[in-house]
């Protein structure tokens, strides 16, 4: 019997990538990343290696470069067909070679390939990247290095170009033959309060005593398991700002990466408003592939991600406005609809809808949103309703340009709001649809509920239109401001807005101030937002802002290699090559030409192996009573290049999700309707009539705790109406039992409220004490406002 050494593949292959080593820093909301890959050939024959791995959909790669045995070798950023081309002749000559470039139909994904590494030989493989931090709804920014990479759908129309169409091999996380360090270094003025994360972290050193610079470090072990998350507090993140970077010195003025660029975040005071509006078209388009039926997050304990989607839809079917029209749509291979079209929001079709959604099960086999898409965009607009889509979706696609593109498309019509389901999301979809119809994006990770943030996300839907928003700049003769990103159309209440401009003309002396006015109209009023800065422009040698100015030029423009017009492909080509941020149309290659060692023979091709993780939509390591390891997959067919030893059962689509027990894998599924067990604020929700109000009957006597001849016997005699008293007693119950989730029930709440104050009139102040009374709360009277 041979006994291997090292790390090996499914093949019994060693694996030339051993290590993946991160290093962040994080300024402000800006974070710079440098990862490094590396490689060792420990056979006794030269390999080419290739590796897939995620990205953030905003990152801005700029750099690539190679060491190998000691020597540094700079990649040059080409036209991507030139790029292959160069790549396959240096390898045929006997160089050695080095390709960084990103899938043809997503942004978030990219390959990278290093050809001719020799017997014995090292090379540590580095990319970087720079990208804007998002802001989270607790005034915390959101940092995230992808780490899971989930299987895509394959469609029979999805580009054959994509990296995502190799087989790779599919690894459980415990079997990954490579490692992931991460040191993260944080700056700003404003002081640090402090970091949180996902994964385990060393303990945050302050690096001095008034806490503006801290670091960070991943703990040793992380297991792919999850994408690496800090959410980083400051004392301050409200505070707008420019900041004014110098171009590049050898370069002439008038270009973009020759001028200077500037960079505008402006976080506008938008006043909060009672949810007035009760026009809309509210669409719910939810994710029932088959990759649903996992939890939410790797813990054992969480939720499956069907039932916190079944949740969310009750809760965002009870908060929904009286006289707005609504539908619910599931997709997965097919899709189906509530309705055969939008229809008004009563207590008829609520009770209908909530019946569907009852029954829902992630049932429909692969992940296709194109479809159903297509068939919402065809349908008759409603005068006076304009649409809000909600999309919530794991985003294991392959067509992601091809959505975004649907999505621009029908912009004029509709804003879409886009929910990103647990680890390894396609950024690039959850991020470009929101981006494309000026709506939202969340992503729902670990602890997130998915409850809290589609909640909060219908109440910014309901808030009244911020119109007329224009950015305007205040300069010295002579200078100028050219917008680099796209007109902002739509602010929402706590949104950041990040604008970049290039300084054109001549730079004024030294001690002069600019001024940027932010203009935006709201309910017939105007609003003003003004930061004067200096203008000095700062030197910075990797050219951050720029970088950031052209990836947000490119995201307007750069819609794959399919889907970009070709008016708008040799503009994306020229602007990537320019500014050295990787696009569609371009890649990294380096050349070593050093190395000229003829190969005998084709080179023995590695692919690094990927992470799998339970649930996702690709082979699943389970335990069977044969003793073999098997597989559970829902998309592909069995491989003919499968490994002895291993032996792999597949769902086909027509599966029952029973039929997963005849792999011994046990998945929780709902067994009674509607299926929320002891969870009594779901069910108290689930009861709530459409107006508002509630029913007074067992089902609530229940909820309470109590008898429901007790609770009948407790009502004023001033009351007439046991709804009123039912409403009342339900109203303090939320506030009594559910107030940490406060976010998911507030518009429902309102809504309650609004109806008890129709109803109840003079008599609500004496009726509410004696509801507190009974229930023998501490709750306060004015939260039903008198």
């Not at 509630?694 to 109406?721: F, H, R, T, Y």
Request: some cysteine; charged content about 20%.
């Amino acid at each position: 019997m041979v006994h291997f050494c090292g790390l090996l593949t499914l093949h019994r292959e060693p694996v030339p990538l051993k290590s993946i080593s991160v290093s962040v820093n994080i300024y402000e909301f800006v974070a710079g990343v440098s990862a490094t890959l590396n490689y060792e050939n420990e056979e006794k024959v030269p390999l080419e290696a290739f590796f897939v791995f995620p990205m953030d959909e905003d990152s801005a790669v700029y750099s690539f470069e190679a060491l190998v045995d000691g020597k540094k070798i700079v990649a040059e950023l080409q036209d991507k067909m030139k790029a292959r081309t160069n790549y396959e002749k240096a390898i045929s000559q006997g160089h050695q070679a080095f390709l960084l470039e990103g899938d043809s139909s997503s942004r978030d994904v990219f390959s990278c390939n290093v050809g001719n590494l020799q017997p014995g030989s090292k090379a540590a493989v580095t990319l970087k990247y720079v990208q804007e931090l998002p802001l989270e709804a607790d005034g915390a920014l959101r940092f995230v290095l992808p780490a899971v990479l989930n299987p895509r759908y394959q469609f029979s129309g999805s580009s054959k170009d994509s990296c995502l169409n190799v087989k790779t091999p599919i690894v459980p996380v415990e079997d990954l033959p490579y490692t992931l360090s991460m040191v993260a270094t944080i700056d700003s003025q404003h002081g640090i309060e402090k970091v949180q994360s996902n994964c385990p972290l060393s303990p945050t050193e302050y690096l001095g005593e008034d806490k503006t610079s801290a670091q960070v470090s991943l703990a040793a072990g992380h297991k792919f398991d999850r994408d690496v998350e800090l959410l980083i507090y400051y004392n301050e993140v409200h505070t707008p700002s420019v900041v004014l970077e110098m171009g590049m010195p050898n370069m002439k003025p008038g270009h973009l990466m020759g001028d200077p660029s500037a960079m505008v975040s402006f976080y506008p005071n938008i006043p909060e408003d009672q949810p007035s509006n009760t026009c809309g078209e509210f669409i719910f388009l939810m994710d029932r592939s088959g990759s649903m039926q996992s939890p939410m997050s790797s813990q054992d304990t969480s939720q499956l991600r069907i039932q916190a989607a079944k949740e969310t839809l009750i809760l965002l079917l009870k908060s929904l406005p009286i006289g707005c029209y609504f539908n619910i749509y599931g997709f997965g291979s097919s899709y189906e609809a509530c309705f055969p079209e939008s229809v008004k929001y009563t207590q008829q079709t609520m009770e209908e809808a909530l019946g569907r959604v009852k029954l829902m099960q992630a049932d429909l086999g692969g992940t296709e949103i194109l479809a159903p898409l297509q068939n919402i965009y065809r349908g008759p607009s409603i005068p006076g309703h304009p649409l809000q889509l909600f999309v919530f979706t794991d985003g294991e696609v392959t067509d992601t340009f091809s959505v975004i593109k649907e999505v621009r498309i029908n912009r004029q019509k509709h804003r879409c709001f886009s929910f990103g389901i647990g680890e390894g999301t396609s950024t690039s979809l959850i991020k470009g649809i929101a981006r494309a119809s000026g709506g939202t994006s969340e992503f729902i990770t670990g602890k997130d509920r998915m409850q809290s943030k589609a909640l909060r996300t219908l109440k910014r839907s309901l808030q009244p239109v911020v119109e007329d928003v224009s950015l305007s700049w205040h300069l010295p003769p002579g200078l100028s401001a050219k917008m680099l990103s796209p007109e902002q159309t739509v602010i929402f209440r706590g949104q950041r807005l990040i604008s970049y401009a290039q300084l054109t003309g001549r730079m004024p002396a030294a001690e002069t101030t600019g001024e940027v006015c932010l203009k935006y109209t709201l309910q017939g009023k105007t609003f003003e937002d003004k930061v004067t800065f200096p203008l000095q422009p700062k030197p910075d040698v990797n050219l951050t802002i720029h970088r950031l100015a052209a990836k947000s030029l490119l995201q307007t423009k750069d819609m794959g290699l399919r889907e970009t017009p070709a008016s708008d492909k040799k503009d994306a080509l020229n602007l990537s090559l320019e500014s050295g941020v990787i696009s569609s149309f371009t890649a990294f290659i380096a050349i070593n030409k050093e190395l000229n060692k003829p190969v005998q023979g084709p080179l023995a091709h590695r692919d690094v192996p990927r992470p799998i993780l339970l649930g996702a939509s690709a082979p699943l390591k389970i335990k069977c009573q044969s003793g073999f390891r098997k597989a559970l997959h829902s998309d592909r067919p069995p491989s003919a290049s499968q490994p002895r030893g291993e032996l792999m059962c597949y769902k086909a689509k027509t599966f029952q999700m029973d039929d997963y027990s005849l792999c011994g894998l046990i998945i929780h599924k709902d067994q009674h309707s509607p299926g929320f067990g002891e969870n009594h604020l779901v069910q108290l929700i689930y009861h709530q009539n459409a107006n508002g109000s509630w029913d007074l009957n067992e089902d609530l006597a229940k909820i309470l705790g109590m008898s429901l001849e007790e609770i009948m016997a407790a009502q004023p005699a001033e009351l007439v109406d046991s709804s009123g008293w039912a409403t009342i007693l339900a109203v303090i119950w939320l506030h009594s039992n559910g107030k940490d989730l406060k976010c998911e029930w507030e518009l429902l709440e309102r809504k309650a409220v609004a109806w008890m104050r129709a109803h109840a009139g003079s008599t609500m102040p004496s009726v509410v004490k004696a509801a507190i009374t009974f229930l023998k709360s501490s709750v306060d009277p004015a939260i039903f406002a008198f």
